[in-house]
């Protein structure tokens, strides 16, 4: 074989699967990815300035309490040990315990991690379908009067901070009318700790137990709304910037042409936008798992926002360098996820 | 002939009538920043009624009156007085914030613009990063180097500089494509004359819009941090704080303490927002 054959042979197989091709390469990005985050959650304690034991104990810690926090960090130790240690333990999930309550963070994780995901999944929920209905009639009736009611009404929701609309929302529905229960966390006090029941509201669900659903949905309500309604601006945006795109294209035309009914339509419109909103929903799903901790601390929602801006205000090192793994680990599966769904869903995208 | 034989509009109507027009072109130019100039103005120049930085511990969690238009809080401090003195604070920290972040979107975003196999992983590595739940990182970071106003500064540069670096990338990228920058290349331009002279002016336009969508994320961000108690010393009045303060008395039933700051960071948001849109209409227009 000449030279050039073995060259025209790689190139027919550099083209055979290039689908194949691509999801290996999106998948072998993971390990590297994975190596930056490990070493950036360990290199954020070189960021605190100073001792790190005195700032995290205070001025008044004595010599014993500091050699501890030392030793438990692990700064008496040379650098590069330190640096292996860590990995060692990362890779077999041990991702050290609390400096405060001295519990293992993978426990506490395993705590706050699912009433987190629990509380983002209902509020994107709410704000897909309430950001979709917003920006697919601005799109449809483009450049008319309900396309300018519902810019407006996307551009309010836009400029609220969620944390303030949870307050309106507190005062309004629990103040106010009563229809809301207190702002104390996912269940009523009377009912005891919810920190047993991982997924409160599908676990009460599943195992049909309607009244703690009831009181579980009633807590949820008021922190899923005030989510919900201002990411649902990102989604009235996103839907009719990608739908007027749609609406406008040439297949469009040719529905409308072809007579097809006018809802038919719109859902042809809708399919070809659907890209662009998946991938907004798994970035925002990304950004609101640290992104709801201020809503979960109003609400004493105790999910893994509020549970690692207690450990950064406290300076619980393991807490922020689990609390960044985490996130990051869920990041980069999502979006190793979307890639593929994004894939499967318009093989237009180039597979370079 | 002198100008007089013609019948000229006064100046007045004169003035007018530009005005108008201009409203008309871009009435979100006009009113947004309108109301972003009168709020800045007020922070600084307007009278307060009360000392923001005193409480007073005869008047604590007054309802709003003819005495203390917006009320008291739990301390006793006037809130009418304090929500216009945070405005201090509060925008130009957010306006440096922004100033920051453009300035490290142009100085990595332009010469990123180069297509290479370096410039792409930097993207990527941008990419990562930014998929990250940023507003943790940045208190992580405020929180760990110390509670110091001006580590807000980084916070905000944290999360709006990559947006700016993609931007100002990908719009160099489009524009380097242009007749002009081949150009000039031609003429013997030098990498960095045809970056400087013949790309960074024609980025301003998409600048000036994230400009002011940065200044309304800023205003978040600072709101958000200050509320979580990060770069605030107290007595001094900041929106985020103050709505914190009010958290406490809210579900007790006295409202006023933490709305109107709370309007006030909507009504600076929204203003910010109503710029960014008339902008980028007036540069889609043009």
Known sequence: ?352 | MSDTTFAQPSALSQVFTKTVNYVRASPGIVVGGGMLALMLLASFLAPLPYDPMTPDPTAVLKAPSGEYIFGTDANGFDVFSRVIAAGRSDLPLALMGTLASLVIGLLIGLPLSVKSKWSEGFMRALDAFQSFPLIVLSVTIVSLTGNDIQNILYAIVIINGPRFIRLIRGEALSIRDGRFIEAAIATGARPRRVVFRHIMPNVVDVCLVQCSLTTANAVIVIAALNFLGIGVSPPTPTWGSMVQVGAQAISTGQWWIAIWPGVAIFIAIASLNMLANGIQRQVEGS
């Not at chain 1, 950001?131 to 601005?138: F, L």
């Not at chain 1, 409308?256 to 809708?270: D, I, N, Q, S």
């Open chain 1, 1 to 352: 074989m000449t030279t050039a054959e073995a060259a025209q042979v790689a190139v027919k197989e550099k083209r055979r699967r290039p689908v194949l091709r691509y999801v290996l390469k999106r998948v072998a990005i993971v390990p590297i990815s994975l190596f930056i985050l490990g070493s950036v959650s360990f290199f954020l304690v070189f960021l605190i300035p100073g001792d790190p034991a005195i700032t995290i104990l205070g001025d008044f810690a004595t010599k014993e309490q500091i050699a501890h926090v030392n030793s438990q960090l692990g700064l008496d130790k040379p650098l590069m040990e330190r640096y292996f240690s860590f990995w060692a333990n990362l890779l077999q999930g041990d991702l050290g315990t609390s400096f405060f309550t001295n519990e293992p963070i993978l426990h506490e994780l395993g705590k706050f991690l699912p009433n987190t995901i629990e509380l983002v999944f209902f509020a994107l929920i709410f704000a897909i379908t309430l950001g979709m209905t917003i920006g697919v009639i601005g799109a449809y009736f483009a450049r008319r009067m309900p396309d300018r009611l519902m810019s407006g009404i996307t551009s309010v929701l836009q400029s609220v901070p969620d944390f303030f609309l949870a307050l309106v929302g507190i005062y309004v529905f629990f103040f106010l009318l009563g229809w809301a229960p207190a702002p104390i966390g996912r269940l009523p006090i009377t009912s005891g700790s919810a920190d047993g029941t991982p997924f409160l509201i599908f676990n009460s669900l599943f195992t049909g137990n309607w009244d703690r659903l009831g009181e579980a949905v009633s807590h949820a309500a008021l922190p899923v709304m005030s989510l919900g309604l201002v990411y649902a601006s990102y989604f009235a945006k996103t839907a009719r910037g990608s739908m007027g795109t749609a609406l406008t294209t040439p297949q469009v035309e040719f529905a409308r042409a072809c007579g097809l009914r006018e809802r038919t339509v719109v859902y042809y419109a809708f399919a070809a936008s659907r890209t662009t909103v998946i991938t907004y929903i798994a970035i925002l799903f990304g950004s609101l798992l640290g992104g709801a901790a201020i809503v979960e601390r109003v609400f004493n929602w105790r999910g893994m926002g509020q549970w690692a801006l207690d450990g950064v205000l406290k300076v619980d090192v393991p807490i922020i360098q689990g609390f960044v793994v985490t996130a990051g680990l869920l990041t980069l599966t999502l979006f190793l996820l979307l890639d593929l769904v994004v894939l499967f869903l318009d093989p237009r995208v180039s597979y370079e």
